[in-house]
């Protein structure tokens, strides 16, 4: 019962580096989304898709790009690294998207961007 | 714009001891609340999730409260322990779309 998996957890890039944060799930949700955790913040949404070939712009999708061929995967593109993108990534899914179903959360992924 | 509240950031008490987590928020027109728990190093796992239509709902020792017209809800737990050492998230999804908006959470600490 793997649920929300994400890799990898740990990551260290240069700035101007690019890498694919991988997230993928086992329960046939249409909803995934990726959020980033901040120290003193809450989570804050990057992307978000509603199913396979349908992505959308969540509150700071500067920098990142993602894209939704399957069912099951929903990877997150940094494109060129930047010391401000350091965080904790979270990749989430659920059911539906009208936030009445319960949301099922990755392990987290730290980047460190030097 | 809705923006959510948690205080206090960080909360130490005794096991056994009841205690009650705060979430404000700002925009009274939400959807619905849900409650978090993250353990560090870890995702974060849903608790309960409270209707608009909801006064509060209930899950063995948790129970957690929603008061629209105040912009608040409480996570109340009772007979603390340990294991209930984790940072609390509450997490309202507006009226307006279906993208949850999320407070910063209580880091919280059950001392044996």
């Known amino acids: 019962n793997a649920g929300v998996t994400q890799t990898p957890k740990f990551q260290v890039l240069k700035t101007g580096q690019s890498m694919t944060l991988q997230c993928a799930q086992d329960?046939?949700?249409?909803?995934m989304s990726w959020y980033r955790q901040d120290p003193g913040m809450g989570l804050r949404l990057i992307h978000y898709?509603?199913?396979?070939?349908?992505?959308d712009q969540g509150e700071v999708p500067n920098g990142y790009n993602v894209s939704r061929s399957t069912t099951e995967d929903f990877p997150l593109r940094l494109l060129s690294a930047a010391p401000s993108q350091t965080s904790v990534y979270f990749c989430a899914s659920s059911y539906g998207d009208r936030g009445n179903e319960k949301l099922f959360f990755g392990s987290g992924t730290q980047l460190s961007v030097l | 714009k809705q923006e959510v509240t948690q205080i206090p950031a960080a909360l130490s008490v005794p096991e056994g001891e009841n205690l009650v987590l705060n979430c404000s928020f700002t925009?009274?027109?939400?959807?619905?609340l849900q409650w978090f728990r993250q353990d560090p190093g870890k995702g974060l796992t849903s608790l309960l999730l409270?209707?608009?239509s909801q006064r509060e709902q209930t899950s063995g020792r948790l129970n957690a409260s929603l008061d629209k017209s105040s912009g608040r809800s409480t996570l109340y737990i009772a007979a603390s322990q340990p294991g209930d050492s984790a940072t609390y998230l509450c997490?309202?999804?507006?009226?307006?779309?279906?993208?949850?908006?999320w407070g910063a959470g209580t880091k919280l600490i059950i001392k044996p």
């Open positions: 925009d009274s027109a939400i959807y619905n």
């Open positions: 409270i209707q608009s």
């Open positions: 329960m046939n949700h249409e909803y």
């Open positions: 997490a309202v999804t507006p009226g307006s779309n279906y993208q949850l908006i």
């Open positions: 898709s509603v199913g396979a070939g349908i992505t």
